[in-house]
C-alpha cells in the first residue's frame, strides 16, 4: 500500500500543531508570571535554539530516514547498523514508548480539552461575571458533565484522524492553525485594551531581577524555561519521528523545522499577550491580586471577570466565548498529533487496517478519558498514587519518565548508534542541501542535549535543585 504524504506547508502546520497546545495557551503565561517574566521568555529563547531545534531535527531525520513511525523507525535502522538482537530489542521499545506515552497524554489531555469545551457553552448561560474558582471547581467534579465533554472532544479528534494523513490530519492542520492565530490576534488585542493591561506586558518582556529572586533565582528560572521549552515542543514521544515518516524524501528538513519552533513559539508569545495583560488588569478592575491567578485561575476567572468589566457582559461574553474557542483550538491540532502516533503503531507494527486502528485507539483513549475524569470526583477520587489522583499521575508520568527518556536515548541513537555523519547524510539530502551548522549540530546530539534532558530529568523527580 503507497504510503500517505504530507505536503511540506501540511507538515509544518500538522507538526507545529502537536507542539502548539494547552501547554502554549495555559501553561506558558502561566510558568512567565510564575518565574520572572521577561528573563523566563529569554531563557526560553535560548533553550529553543538549543535544545527544540537540534532535538525537533534528529526525530524528523529518523522518521523520513525510515519512512516509518517510531518502533519500526529505531528498530529498522539499529538492524541496518548492526545491533545485536538485545540492543534492537531496547530500540524498539524506545519506539513503543512514544505510543504509550501519547495514549497516555490523550487520557488526561481530552479531560482538560473538555472542560475549555464546556467553558465555550457556560459563558452563554452562565453570567460571566460570576464566574470564579468556585464554579470552576464544581464544574470539573461532578461525574457526568465533565466526562461527557471530554468524550465529545476525543470523538471529533477520531473523526478527524480516521480520514487520514493527508484527508483528516493535513486538512485539519492547515484549517485550524490559522484559526488559531487569528482569534490569538483578536483576543491579545482587546487584552491590550483593558485598563491595567500593559503592566502585563511590562512584566513580560522586560527583564526585572526582583521578580527573579522572587521566583527562586536565576537557575530556577532557567530550569523551568527548560522544561518548559522541552514539553511544549513535544520531544522523546515520537510525533516528529512519525510526521517526518509521511515526508517526501527531498523534502527541505531544515527549513521545515526551523518553522516549526518558530510557530510553537509565536503563539506562545501571542498567548502570553492574551493572559497576562488580562491578570494584570484583574487589580485595577476587580481587586483581585494578579498573583493569585495561575493555572485554572487565568483562564476561567480572571479573564471572564476583567473582560465583563472592560467590555460589558455581552461583548464581553462574546470574547470570552473567543478566548475559550482559541484554547480549544489549540487542544484539538495537539490530541490530532497524538492520536496519528498510537495509530501509526497499531497500523504499521501490528499491521492493522488504519481505520481499524484509530477507531480502536480511539476506545482506549474513551476509557482512559473517562476514568481521568472521574478521579476527579467522589467516584474515584479516593484512589490515589503517591498523593496524586489518576489524571495526575498519568500527566506526571509522562513529562517526568517517558519524555526525557525517549528525548535522552533517541540523542544516543543519533550520535552513537546512526551516527551523527549519516543523519547528516539524510538531512542535506546527500549533500544537496546546505547545512551551516553540522559541526554544531554533532557537539549538541552527542554532549549538550543529553546532558540538559538529563539534568530535566533529575529535576522532575527532585535530585536536581536550584
Partial sequence: MKRERFSNIGYVMAAAGSAVGLGNIWKFPT?????????????????VLVLGIPLLLGEAT??????????????NIAIACGQGKTATKFWTFLGFTGALANLFVLSFYSVIAGWILQYCFKVFTTP???????????????????????LIFVAVTVMIDVKGIEGGLEKAAKVLMPLLIILLIICAVCSLSLKGGIEGVKFMVVPNMEYVKAAGGLGAVALAAMGQCFFSLSLGVGQIITFGSYLKKNSNLLTETYAIPALDTGVALLAGLVTLPAVFAVSTITGIDPASQTGPGMLMYALPQSLNVAFGPAFGTILAFLMFLLVVFAALTSTCAMLTVSVSYINEFKKVDRKKATIGVGIAVAIGATICSLSNTD???????????????????????????????????IGYVWK?????????????????????????????????????????????KF
Fill in 128 to 150: 460571566i461575571g460570576t464566574m470564579d474558582m468556585a464554579l470552576f471547581g464544581g464544574s470539573i467534579s461532578t461525574p457526568v458533565t465533565p466526562t461527557i465533554f471530554a
Fill in 31 to 47: 510558568l512567565a508570571g510564575q518565574n520572572g517574566g521577561g528573563v523566563f521568555i529569554l531563557c526560553y529563547l535560548v533553550f
Fill in 420 to 464: 551523527t555523519d549519516n543523519a547528516i547524510k539524510e538531512i542535506t539530502n546527500e549533500g544537496k542541501l546546505t547545512f551551516s551548522w553540522q559541526k554544531m549540530f554533532k557537539i549538541l546530539m552527542t554532549v549538550v542535549d543529553p546532558l540538559i534532558i538529563l539534568i530535566v530529568f533529575l529535576s522532575g523527580i527532585g535530585i536536581v
Fill in 62 to 75: 529518523i522518521g523520513r530516514h525510515a519512512q516509518a513511525g517510531p518502533t519500526d523507525a529505531y528498530r
Fill in 379 to 413: 467516584i474515584l477520587g479516593s484512589i490515589l498514587i503517591g498523593g496524586r489522583n489518576i489524571q495526575d499521575t498519568l500527566d506526571w508520568l509522562v513529562n517526568t519518565l517517558i519524555m526525557p527518556f525517549g528525548a535522552f536515548f533517541m540523542c544516543i541513537f
